[in-house]
């Protein structure tokens, strides 16, 4: 291997000092021939874009063709369309439009293009950079010129300054297409001049026959490289190719790194379709990039229907104007739409044997409370899950009931249990939201369209603000949202209602690891919506910052995975080892990029790629800043009559 890789090393040095030595094709005579027009065609395009007319006219760009490929000096029936072009003056920027009728199609480039096209087509940017080395299945080894790499850091065009670099982008000619590969690392080759890089296949696109460029690009490889094959930096209208949209609805979020203007899209129904996961440690602007995601979704679907659980609060300040703010205020939640184990979750104090005989007792007296319901007698046979409604009173009197039918020797501790904990809930304050003997009517349709914002009426998001409801209940709380959107899709298949995105913010505390996992029902349905919810029309979108706290398997159903710096090796290899695809030169930048940025990977875009996003307006961003000590703490004023209304507040649970 070492003695290969420097006989290569040094046949590539050759390569770039003379094109005419005579190593010029050790390596490949098909590659060669193939790698002539693309030279030939680029730089004839960069002397006649990049330079005036009057200039063309001159010697020089003969004379630099010259020096670096002498058969394009060959036949002169090139030069005669360009001459025929030259009275054209400013057409000369539409790429050879009059012999190609398709050629009008990057018409409306050239002006955004102008100030960009010479540093494109650079020197730099048309000459190899290195040569394939090995061949794999999903990736290969390279072998860099350090000299030709140095060469490329001075380049204009951000793309082909980083071309060789760990997380850059590379392309290599097969045939008529060109092999986009990302280069996952280097080290020091054995001869001193060479740079030894595993790379990744991303995917292949066709070649320009008049440019050269890269175009119609697709994920997947069909054709390999052969070893000795040469290696190009991908230049930023190779990119721009590469991350275009295809046609699929997507929305734009940020740009693309390294480059200065090409947009990073997602395409929305890949990324919904299949789930979609934003990880990243705190501080590094997670909050601000879910809301700007959930924007943009917003935007180009008003009448769209998400459902987002925020335990914090903090995204109520972002949609307040977009979107429903739904806390324990507004929320008026039924009580009877809880299932049996989610009563169980709420009603059940004992643990162990003493939960089961509660358990059974609860089931028996639920049912017979549901059933004196006047819808249940329209209903015909009901379970005990089924969501009709009931009064609290004919679960205690029915409690009552089984309690006085006991004999002497059976103890009554199990019913009082349960009756001590109906009593507490009806005359907590703090639960009135759920609890309320206001909620007894059949409002399951009317809660089910203000949850699921049906219709949306130009507002397609509600936030389901949990930071007030009570710790004990919280996972309940969110497990009854959850099951209903769930449910929902389930028995709605034969209506074709329309799909339900359900966002939720700290994922891992109702999703835990099974380490972690305590048994809860929210963690039972998130997991199955992340396993069944796509068959069914309900997408599921997790936020979280320990994702090495989530349930295995969650994580791996997410189709698309949109990571940010993770501080924390754990969580790092955790993402790692769920990412769909083995994009690895980008995963390992994890730890190092900057806030508000971040990979993404999966479905929902054309490769992976390394995005900054967007600055989201003030109006639209999420309580969630971090706060400014020194400043806090350089004032003073009014501390006595904000601590006062802070108790007030307390107290009254309000």
Same mark, same amino acid.
């Given at each position: ?52 007319? @009057? ?9 630099? $063709? ?147 460029? %890269? ?84 935007? @180009? ?25 739904? +806390? $324990? ?92 904990? %109906? ?14 003997g206001m909620l007894v009517g059949d409002t399951m349709a009317e809660f089910i369209c ?14 389901? +603000? ?13 497990? $009854? ?40 029902? $929210? ?25 090495? +706290? ?36 980008? %995963?390992?930048?994890?730890? @190092? ?62």
């Open positions: 291997m070492g003695k290969a890789s420097t006989c290569h090393s040094r046949d590539l040095r050759l390569f770039m000092t003379d094109a005419s030595h005579s190593s010029f094709r050790t390596f490949d005579p098909a590659q060669e021939e193939g790698a002539v027009p693309p030279q030939r065609s680029a730089l004839r395009d960069r002397l006649r874009q990049g330079t005036p007319p @009057a200039a063309e006219a001159a010697a020089p760009a003969p004379e630099r $063709v010259r020096s670096y490929d002498p058969a394009t000096m060959g036949p002169p029936a090139d030069p005669q369309p360009e001459e025929g072009l030259r009275p054209l003056t400013q057409s000369e920027l539409i790429e050879r439009a009059p012999p190609r009728p398709e050629a009008p199609k990057p018409a409306p480039e050239p002006k955004p293009k102008a100030e960009r096209e010479p540093e494109v087509l650079s020197e730099s940017a048309t000459q190899p950079i290195g040569v394939v080395l090995e061949i794999a299945g999903s990736g290969s080894t390279i072998a860099i010129d350090l000299q030709r790499l140095t060469q490329c850091t001075e380049d204009a065009d951000p793309s082909v300054a980083l071309a060789g670099q760990v997380g850059s982008q590379i392309k290599i000619r097969v045939g008529q297409t060109w092999l986009l590969a990302s280069v996952r690392n280097q080290k020091q080759g054995r001869d001193p001049g060479s740079i030894i890089a595993n790379i990744d296949f991303l995917g292949e696109g066709q070649e320009e026959r008049l440019t050269g460029r %890269l175009h119609g690009f697709k994920r997947g490889v069909t054709r390999y490289p052969v070893p000795g094959a040469m290696v190009y930096p991908a230049t930023t209208p190779d990119l721009r190719q590469v991350y275009a949209s295809d046609g699929r609805d997507a929305i734009t979020i940020g740009k693309v790194y390294p480059t200065k203007d090409i947009r990073a899209g997602l395409y929305v129904d890949a990324m919904l379709g299949k789930h979609f996961a934003l990880l990243g440690s705190t501080g590094t602007g997670k909050s601000t990039s879910a809301a700007l995601i959930l924007h943009r979704i917003c935007e @180009a679907a008003p009448e769209g229907h998400i459902v987002m659980i925020d335990p914090h609060g903090e995204y109520s300040a972002a949609f307040r104007n977009t979107g429903v703010i739904l +806390d $324990v205020s507004n929320l008026q939640m039924p009580y009877w739409l809880m299932n049996f184990e989610e009563h169980c979750e709420v009603l059940l104090t004992a643990q162990g044997a003493d939960r089961n005989v509660d358990a059974d007792i609860l089931a028996k007296c639920l049912l017979a409370a549901r059933s004196k319901s006047r819808l249940a007698t329209t209903m015909g046979k009901i379970t005990v899950d089924s969501p009709i409604p009931y009064l609290l009173s004919d679960l205690t009197n029915e409690i009552q009931t089984q309690m006085g039918k006991l004999d002497k020797s059976t103890t009554t501790a199990p019913y009082m249990r349960l009756k001590n904990k %109906l009593d507490e809930l009806k005359a907590d304050p703090r639960y009135q939201f759920m609890f309320s203000k949850i699921f914002r049906m219709p949306a009426d130009g507002r397609p998001i509600s936030i389901i +603000d949990v930071s007030g409801v009570p710790s004990d209940i919280t996972a309940t709380v969110v497990a $009854v949202l959850s099951r209903l959107v769930f449910d929902f899709a389930i028995w709605g298949r034969e209506e074709k209602t329309r799909p339900v995105l359900l966002v939720c913010e700290e994922a891992h505390r109702y999703v835990p690891s099974e380490k972690n996992a305590d048994g809860n029902s $929210v963690g039972k349905i998130l997991s199955r919506i992340a396993k069944e919810g796509r068959k069914y029309g309900v997408s599921l979108g997790l936020i979280t910052q320990r994702p090495s +706290d989530l349930a295995e398997g969650v994580l791996s159903q997410c189709g698309t995975i949109i990571s940010m710096r993770l501080n924390n090796e754990r969580d790092q290899h955790f993402v790692k080892a769920a990412m769909p695809e083995g994009a690895r030169g980008f %995963l390992d930048a994890i730890p @190092a990029l900057r806030n508000r940025e971040c990979i993404i990977c999966g479905e929902g875009v054309a490769i992976p790629m390394r995005v900054a996003f967007d600055t989201l307006d003030e109006s639209k961003r999420p309580a969630s800043e971090d706060p400014s000590f020194v400043e806090l703490w350089s004032k003073s004023g009014g501390e006595e009559e904000a601590v006062e209304r802070i108790v007030q507040r307390w107290r009254s649970q309000g």
